[in-house]
Nanobody, 117 residues
Framework: DVQLQASGGGLVQAGGSLRLSCAGS????????IGWFRQAPGKERERVAT?????????LDSVKGLFTISRDNARNTNTVYLQMNSLKPEDTALYYC?????????WGPGTQVTVSS
């Protein structure tokens, strides 16, 4: 079975850090681009960061220099990380990860990030 699971969310004060993890199984994880998306109440979902199968990265302008996406394709790991530093209240949202390839996409359930002021 295909599984994609995000974890690592929580409550943090403004200026703090969190590291999100997106673990995949049941598909060729290393062949997929992995993206982090977020959606806050009343707002549209937005793409925060992406890492391609080759390691290329994309960041939303507002998180450049603050968030870092990385991946570990080891067979027993298959995880993408999103290190989030200097968090702001406007980063509060439900964060999802998505695996994308020509063959199709997979979404995982989200993890809540709440940043208090």
């Amino acid at each position: 079975d295909v599984q994609l699971q995000a974890s690592g969310g929580g409550l943090v004060q403004a200026g703090g850090s969190l590291r999100l993890s997106c673990a995949g199984s049941g598909f060729n994880f290393e062949d997929y681009a992995i993206g982090w998306f977020r959606q806050a109440p009343g707002k549209e979902r937005e793409r925060v960061a992406t890492i391609t199968s080759g390691g290329g990265t994309y960041y939303l302008d507002s998180v450049k220099g603050l968030f870092t996406i990385s991946r570990d394709n080891a067979r027993n790991t298959n995880t993408v990380y999103l290190q989030m530093n200097s968090l702001k209240p406007e980063d509060t949202a439900l964060y999802y990860c998505k695996a994308s390839a020509i063959s199709g996409d997979y979404w995982g359930p989200g993890t809540q990030v709440t940043v208090s002021s």
